[in-house]
């Protein structure tokens, strides 16, 4: 039985087999915090079990030497050197795997060393452009001993495990033989759920592991303590707004009261966006606010910027315990110098509570003006750690933004406006009742109360401390006690297939069993099964009748996916005909792998779905003839921007046209004349450019080409086509749900090597192939690549003669491998620049040298850019030469490389910056040109169309 807004229920779908397990243990997984609380199965009161619910004191280090149970665990990690900590000031009571240490004393200690503290570990796990699973923190560090942020977050998950384990001593009392429930951002993507899963399991953690949202967890605790009273608090219709503001990130959550069937009952609405902003924006805009108020303005080292961050953290942490204090106070921050220059070069300033009020009420916490803040602006974000933090760092300013773009849901659901009637603050950052005072005046007047009313804020005494409670109060109700907030979908959602014919006995008879074919090929599908029904709970596991369904295995297939707002009725496992009452939604593209050969092949499966906590279809189909399981993630919340937004869709009658053309001429050996012109040719048919063919256009003609890769060894002339037209409809390599098949397709290729090597326009065309796709390609490939080219490109005394033109084109490519290890970049730029000569070199050359010194990568890991100081070299040789303004290229290629960031790790100094300004206005720069070394400016599609070389399909977008 499961209690719903104090009405018990039977809802059997959500109750777990508990049976075997004495502990439900909640962890808030923070970004500077983490926590974790318990429930003793064994010792629930009654039916206040809530009550039972307590928190885990973490022992931790809390000084050198010196071990104590603390209500959080600070995440961060420190990474001892050789000599600068001794062991036994780090030694703990069981046994570990390294000498890394995370919790208070990494901290403070590594405070003065940041070189060696690992922060934020949890904001790099949702940084698309970053390799989390590669050793790159602490961001910006010199020496070898790194960590990747997806290790950093299992050290943290470890530390608590082995900390519990320690203090239940009994086997069948350890962490991982219990139920857990782990917290996370609301608006971590599916990556960053799979990373943060992937560090649990790294730590040791068991199965019985549950994600949950955190703002929904912040609610749970509110609800420990009005389990039977919040009729008090809470009337039907009324909105509530979670405000979720800790260390790193920004999280959102709507819940109303809406009557169900007579019953009230908590619904959640809706969830914002992923922001990563909060205390980190605010330690960083407090040490820039510092960092002017030294009296010696020369920049900062790197590891001087972090220390500072962390001194204004803990200044401001201790400022804001003392707001209520009627005096301005003041925390002096000092930063010692280094060396002989020890005193000499020591800083110092005052960070003041007036400093400190008007960074955060102008910056962070503004009033907020319909006629004014409607738009988001497009700002370039702050980066100073590597992180791509939100470019608006207004949270008052995404607050409303969030209640408008949900505005025409909330009038729908509830008929008022998202004026909110309650918020729920949490997170670190919202403790000050000065923040939270700001965002309720910023609410109510960007809704223009005219009562002067302020939403009510909801109590919330342990902020810290709240989100870890309410995650083991989700484990109660998963298993039937407690109050439920629902989350029911508000959309029925349906998977498309194709029916078989079936004789009018089977139609009859319903009972029998019965084949679909889950929607796999280019035929449209007929039918569509509902897999999600309208008002589902998420977190449900959802029972299909036993249908056997078939996928095609080993090719690219398309799963059409539906929705419909309005139907009722429908049931899980229901087929409905597709008509108008569906409205089509972005369908998931795969490969599903089967044998060790690729075949293609067509089973039968059964398909287990699950609608999970985080808003996502999980669907696995489950292969009836072997033990093989295959997991689909279907995002059914609000649309992710994709890669590529199609301008223009061709009718299957003009793609079949352009697939029967291509057959043709390719299959021709005599005909070179028209070979030569398949381009055209296709120009002709569909009546637009090459440069404008849409992308799904593009990859058609490439999947043909792929698949009939034999016939590019028809002839020299054959391969040459092949090569070109190939490259540019795969380019670059990346944009298309099945690039990535497409690229293993093509690697298999790659390895084969040009079939024409002794035509120098075979091997023109083989080198350009590999940059079009090079984008594509993962890391390992690429190294491959370059292993391959260096013989051609390193040394000097290659056996084959090559072409200019050829050895141009290999340098190309290579310097589209973004992908490649830092050091091989270095070495290949060290090659190239005596290379460089005034009136003498080919322009690509200065092309070649901006990509490899690049501070903004178009699609590699931010660690692959080449360090500062590297590139500061390489411009000084260059300068050296007399450039006339004829070599344009030259000053093209130093605002490439020397690129405002924001990022204090990756941007050359200032010094270089001021040289180099009155250098290549020497050489014909305007001040316009200028701008993008004195600020950080977004790239713009022209420039990334600079970057890779040519133009990019229509409609692809790089950057979202």
Not at 18 to 28: P, S, T
Not at 58 to 67: D, H, R, S
Not at 481 to 502: D, F, L, M
Not at 866 to 871: G, L, Q
């Given at each position: 039985?499961?209690?719903?807004?104090?009405?018990?229920?039977?809802?059997?779908?959500?109750?777990?087999?508990?049976?075997?397990?004495?502990?439900?243990?909640?962890?808030?997984?923070?970004?500077?915090?983490?926590?974790?609380?318990?429930?003793?199965?064994?010792?629930?009161?009654?039916?206040?079990?809530?009550?039972?619910?307590?928190?885990?004191?973490?022992?931790?280090?809390?000084?050198?030497?010196?071990?104590?149970?603390?209500?959080?665990?600070?995440?961060?990690?420190?990474?001892?050197?050789?000599?600068?900590?001794?062991?036994?000031?780090?030694?703990?009571?069981?046994?570990?795997?390294?000498?890394?240490?995370?919790?208070?004393?990494?901290?403070?200690?590594?405070?003065?060393?940041?070189?060696?503290?690992?922060?934020?570990?949890?904001?790099?796990?949702?940084?698309?452009?970053?390799?989390?699973?590669?050793?790159?923190?602490?961001?910006?560090?010199?020496?070898?001993?790194?960590?990747?942020?997806?290790?950093?977050?299992?050290?943290?998950?470890?530390?608590?495990?082995?900390?519990?384990?320690?203090?239940?001593?009994?086997?069948?009392?350890?962490?991982?033989?219990?139920?857990?429930?782990?917290?996370?951002?609301?608006?971590?993507?599916?990556?960053?759920?799979?990373?943060?899963?992937?560090?649990?399991?790294?730590?040791?953690?068991?199965?019985?592991?549950?994600?949950?949202?955190?703002?929904?967890?912040?609610?749970?605790?509110?609800?420990?303590?009005?389990?039977?009273?919040?009729?008090?608090?809470?009337?039907?219709?009324?909105?509530?707004?979670?405000?979720?503001?800790?260390?790193?990130?920004?999280?959102?959550?709507?819940?109303?009261?809406?009557?169900?069937?007579?019953?009230?009952?908590?619904?959640?609405?809706?969830?914002?966006?992923?922001?990563?902003?909060?205390?980190?924006?605010?330690?960083?805009?407090?040490?820039?606010?510092?960092?002017?108020?030294?009296?010696?303005?020369?920049?900062?080292?790197?590891?001087?910027?972090?220390?500072?961050?962390?001194?204004?953290?803990?200044?401001?942490?201790?400022?804001?315990?003392?707001?209520?204090?009627?005096?301005?106070?003041?925390?002096?921050?000092?930063?010692?110098?280094?060396?002989?220059?020890?005193?000499?070069?020591?800083?110092?300033?005052?960070?003041?509570?007036?400093?400190?009020?008007?960074?955060?009420?102008?910056?962070?916490?503004?009033?907020?003006?319909?006629?004014?803040?409607?738009?988001?602006?497009?700002?370039?974000?702050?980066?100073?750690?590597?992180?791509?933090?939100?470019?608006?760092?207004?949270?008052?300013?995404?607050?409303?933004?969030?209640?408008?773009?949900?505005?025409?849901?909330?009038?729908?659901?509830?008929?008022?406006?998202?004026?909110?009637?309650?918020?729920?603050?949490?997170?670190?950052?919202?403790?000050?009742?000065?923040?939270?005072?700001?965002?309720?005046?910023?609410?109510?007047?960007?809704?223009?109360?005219?009562?002067?009313?302020?939403?009510?804020?909801?109590?919330?005494?342990?902020?810290?401390?709240?989100?870890?409670?309410?995650?083991?109060?989700?484990?109660?109700?998963?298993?039937?006690?407690?109050?439920?907030?629902?989350?029911?979908?508000?959309?029925?959602?349906?998977?498309?297939?194709?029916?078989?014919?079936?004789?009018?006995?089977?139609?009859?008879?319903?009972?029998?069993?019965?084949?679909?074919?889950?929607?796999?090929?280019?035929?449209?599908?007929?039918?569509?099964?509902?897999?999600?029904?309208?008002?589902?709970?998420?977190?449900?596991?959802?029972?299909?009748?036993?249908?056997?369904?078939?996928?095609?295995?080993?090719?690219?297939?398309?799963?059409?996916?539906?929705?419909?707002?309005?139907?009722?009725?429908?049931?899980?496992?229901?087929?409905?005909?597709?008509?108008?009452?569906?409205?089509?939604?972005?369908?998931?593209?795969?490969?599903?792998?089967?044998?060790?050969?690729?075949?293609k092949a067509q089973i039968p499966v059964r398909v287990e779905p699950q609608y999970t906590e985080m808003g996502t279809l999980a669907m696995w189909c489950?292969?009836?003839?072997?033990?093989?399981?295959?997991?689909?993630?279907?995002?059914?919340?609000?649309?992710?921007?994709?890669?590529?937004?199609?301008?223009?869709?061709?009718?299957?009658?003009?793609?079949?046209?352009?697939?029967?053309?291509?057959?043709?001429?390719?299959?021709?050996?005599?005909?070179?004349?028209?070979?030569?012109?398949?381009?055209?040719?296709?120009?002709?048919?569909?009546?637009?450019?090459?440069?404008?063919?849409?992308?799904?256009?593009?990859?058609?003609?490439?999947?043909?080409?792929?698949?009939?890769?034999?016939?590019?060894?028809?002839?020299?002339?054959?391969?040459?086509?092949?090569?070109?037209?190939?490259?540019?409809?795969?380019?670059?390599?990346?944009?298309?749900?099945?690039?990535?098949?497409?690229?293993?397709?093509?690697?298999?290729?790659?390895?084969?090597?040009?079939?024409?090597?002794?035509?120098?326009?075979?091997?023109?065309?083989?080198?350009?192939?590999?940059?079009?796709?090079?984008?594509?390609?993962?890391?390992?490939?690429?190294?491959?690549?370059?292993?391959?080219?260096?013989?051609?490109?390193?040394?000097?005394?290659?056996?084959?003669?090559?072409?200019?033109?050829?050895?141009?084109?290999?340098?190309?490519?290579?310097?589209?491998?973004?992908?490649?290890?830092?050091?091989?970049?270095?070495?290949?730029?060290?090659?190239?620049?005596?290379?460089?000569?005034?009136?003498?070199?080919?322009?690509?050359?200065?092309?070649?040298?901006?990509?490899?010194?690049?501070?903004?990568?178009?699609?590699?890991?931010?660690?692959?850019?080449?360090?500062?100081?590297?590139?500061?070299?390489?411009?000084?040789?260059?300068?050296?030469?007399?450039?006339?303004?004829?070599?344009?290229?030259?000053?093209?290629?130093?605002?490439?490389?020397?690129?405002?960031?924001?990022?204090?790790?990756?941007?050359?100094?200032?010094?270089?910056?001021?040289?180099?300004?009155?250098?290549?206005?020497?050489?014909?720069?305007?001040?316009?040109?200028?701008?993008?070394?004195?600020?950080?400016?977004?790239?713009?599609?022209?420039?990334?169309?600079?970057?890779?070389?040519?133009?990019?399909?229509?409609?692809?977008?790089?950057?979202?």
């Amino acid at each position: 039985m499961s209690l719903i807004s104090g009405q018990r229920i039977d809802e059997q779908e959500i109750i777990l087999d508990f049976k075997d397990k004495r502990y439900v243990i909640g962890i808030d997984l923070g970004t500077t915090n983490s926590a974790v609380s318990y429930v003793d199965m064994n010792r629930l009161e009654g039916d206040h079990a809530a009550r039972s619910i307590k928190i885990f004191n973490v022992p931790q280090l809390i000084g050198a030497g010196e071990f104590a149970p603390v209500p959080v665990l600070p995440s961060f990690l420190y990474i001892p050197g050789e000599y600068d900590i001794s062991k036994s000031s780090f030694r703990h009571p069981w046994k570990r795997e390294s000498d890394l240490f995370v919790g208070l004393f990494a901290r403070d200690h590594g405070a003065q060393i940041p070189s060696r503290l690992v922060s934020s570990a949890k904001s790099w796990l949702c940084h698309a452009r970053a390799d989390r699973e590669a050793p790159i923190l602490p961001w910006g560090a010199d020496h070898k001993e790194k960590i990747s942020p997806v290790a950093a977050t299992a050290e943290y998950l470890r530390h608590i495990r082995k900390a519990w384990n320690h203090s239940v001593k009994d086997e069948d009392l350890f962490l991982e033989n219990q139920y857990t429930v782990i917290t996370v951002p609301a608006s971590f993507d599916e990556s960053a759920r799979e990373f943060t899963l992937e560090a649990a399991k790294i730590a040791g953690f068991g199965k019985d592991l549950t994600l949950l949202e955190e703002p929904l967890a912040a609610f749970y605790a509110w609800l420990i303590k009005h389990e039977y009273d919040w009729q008090n608090y809470v009337k039907p219709d009324d909105l509530i707004l979670v405000c979720d503001v800790g260390g790193g990130t920004t999280d959102f959550t709507l819940i109303a009261l809406k009557e169900a069937e007579g019953t009230p009952r908590f619904e959640r609405l809706a969830v914002g966006d992923h922001l990563i902003l909060g205390g980190d924006n605010i330690d960083l805009a407090l040490a820039r606010h510092v960092e002017s108020k030294f009296s010696r303005r020369e920049p900062l080292t790197p590891d001087k910027w972090k220390t500072l961050g962390h001194k204004c953290r803990a200044a401001k942490e201790k400022l804001l315990a003392g707001e209520q204090s009627s005096q301005d106070s003041a925390t002096r921050i000092t930063l010692k110098g280094e060396g002989r220059s020890l005193i000499a070069g020591t800083l110092s300033a005052d960070l003041t509570t007036s400093d400190l009020k008007t960074i955060l009420c102008q910056g962070f916490f503004p009033d907020v003006e319909p006629s004014r803040d409607a738009i988001k602006r497009n700002v370039k974000a702050m980066a100073e750690f590597g992180l791509p933090y939100e470019q608006e760092p207004a949270i008052t300013r995404h607050i409303v933004w969030f209640l408008e773009k949900h505005r025409d849901n909330i009038q729908s659901t509830l008929g008022k406006e998202p004026m909110p009637d309650f918020i729920l603050f949490n997170g670190g950052s919202l403790k000050p009742a000065l923040l939270q005072d700001r965002i309720r005046c910023a609410i109510r007047k960007w809704f223009a109360c005219k009562d002067g009313l302020l939403p009510i804020s909801l109590e919330n005494s342990e902020p810290d401390l709240s989100v870890a409670l309410g995650a083991s109060y989700y484990g109660l109700v998963k298993q039937g006690a407690g109050v439920r907030v629902g989350s029911g979908s508000p959309r029925s959602y349906y998977v498309g297939i194709n029916t078989q014919e079936k004789s009018d006995t089977e139609v009859d008879n319903q009972q029998s069993s019965f084949s679909e074919i889950l929607k796999g090929d280019v035929t449209p599908a007929s039918k569509a099964v509902c897999i999600v029904e309208r008002g589902l709970d998420e977190g449900s596991v959802i029972s299909l009748p036993e249908m056997e369904f078939e996928v095609i295995t080993n090719q690219p297939v398309e799963f059409s996916m539906f929705s419909s707002s309005f139907r009722s009725g429908d049931k899980s496992g229901d087929i409905v005909d597709i008509d108008d009452s569906l409205t089509p939604m972005a369908p998931l593209k795969t490969v599903i792998k089967f044998g060790k050969k690729g075949e293609k092949a067509q089973i039968p499966v059964r398909v287990e779905p699950q609608y999970t906590e985080m808003g996502t279809l999980a669907m696995w189909c489950r292969s009836s003839i072997t033990p093989h399981r295959w997991k689909l993630q279907f995002q059914l919340r609000d649309s992710i921007k994709g890669e590529a937004m199609e301008t223009e869709v061709y009718d299957d009658e003009l793609l079949q046209e352009a697939r029967n053309l291509i057959s043709s001429v390719f299959s021709t050996v005599d005909d070179l004349a028209r070979l030569s012109s398949i381009v055209k040719q296709i120009e002709t048919l569909v009546g637009k450019k090459k440069s404008q063919w849409p992308l799904s256009f593009l990859r058609l003609i490439a999947d043909y080409l792929i698949s009939n890769a034999e016939l590019r060894l028809n002839s020299p002339e054959h391969e040459i086509r092949w090569l070109n037209l190939t490259g540019f409809c795969v380019r670059p390599g990346f944009g298309d749900a099945f690039d990535k098949e497409r690229i293993r397709q093509l690697w298999k290729i790659y390895l084969k090597g040009c079939q024409f090597p002794k035509g120098k326009q075979n091997a023109v065309e083989w080198w350009i192939f590999c940059r079009r796709i090079a984008g594509g390609l993962n890391a390992g490939q690429q190294r491959q690549f370059f292993q391959n080219i260096s013989p051609y490109l390193l040394s000097d005394n290659h056996k084959r003669k090559l072409s200019t033109q050829e050895i141009t084109e290999i340098w190309m490519a290579a310097a589209n491998m973004e992908r490649l290890l830092v050091k091989d970049k270095i070495s290949l730029a060290r090659k190239l620049l005596p290379q460089l000569k005034p009136g003498k070199t080919p322009r690509q050359f200065f092309w070649v040298l901006s990509r490899f010194g690049a501070r903004e990568l178009l699609y590699g890991s931010v660690d692959r850019v080449v360090p500062a100081k590297e590139v500061e070299s390489w411009m000084k040789k260059i300068a050296k030469n007399r450039w006339a303004s004829q070599d344009h290229p030259v000053y093209a290629m130093v605002l490439c490389v020397l690129r405002k960031t924001g990022d204090r790790t990756r941007d050359v100094s200032e010094e270089l910056l001021e040289w180099a300004k009155l250098w290549i206005v020497g050489l014909g720069a305007s001040k316009n040109e200028l701008i993008v070394l004195e600020q950080p400016i977004p790239l713009e599609s022209v420039e990334e169309t600079a970057m890779f070389g040519e133009s990019l399909p229509q409609g692809l977008i790089v950057r979202c």
